[in-house]
């Protein structure tokens, strides 16, 4: 039966199908229609906060993108992690990711269902900051503007 299916595998005319579905299968990753790739979006609830810049929804590990918050463990870091969970808890948020990957997280901007971008509301309340290097959009420059400079720590990587 293993000779067959190798049979099988190698005729041209499958072989055409496997690569023309290779093909499509990576157009529709590159495009962001395949969940938790560049320029998707995905929805739902938060399934947990990890830290003031870190959320999982629907299975999937956010790094909200732009934004620095302290780590847990400091002061401003727990208060950031609070007012995250308090902020998303039973909402339904939705994400676009930006195809980027730090660690095990997906790179991304998420709004509440009302429109308001989460990290938009964390500098607003001063407890994180913009990330020059990673909002080269500037998405966050009148918001930061407006709150003041972060009290916080930046790490060297924020800076351009």
């Known amino acids: 039966m293993i000779a067959d299916l190798r049979g099988i ?5 499958n072989l055409a199908l496997i690569v023309v579905a290779l093909i499509l299968g990576a157009v529709l990753f590159r495009e962001g229609l395949i969940p938790g790739s560049s320029g998707a979006d995905v929805t739902g609830p938060v399934t947990h906060v990890r830290d003031g810049d870190t959320i999982e929804l ?13 780590e847990r463990g400091t002061r401003l870091g727990e208060a950031a992690t609070v007012a995250l969970r308090d902020l998303v808890q039973g909402q339904e948020l939705t994400c676009r990711l930006n195809g980027d990957k ?22 607003r ?19 930061q503007r407006e709150a003041g400079p972060f009290a916080g720590s930046f790490p060297d990587y924020c800076r351009r």
Do not use: F, H, K, W
Not at 58 to 70: F, K
Not at 125 to 143: E, K
């Open 58 to 70: 629907r299975g999937v590990a956010i790094r909200l993108n732009g934004l620095n918050c302290d």
């Open 9 to 13: 595998a190698m005729r041209p005319s």
């Open 102 to 123: 730090t660690y095990d997280r997906e790179v991304g901007r998420c709004a509440l269902p009302d429109g308001r971008d989460i990290g938009a509301e964390l500098i």
């Open 125 to 143: 309340a001063g407890l994180c900051g913009r990330c020059d290097r990673y909002d080269p959009q500037g998405t966050y420059v009148n918001v």
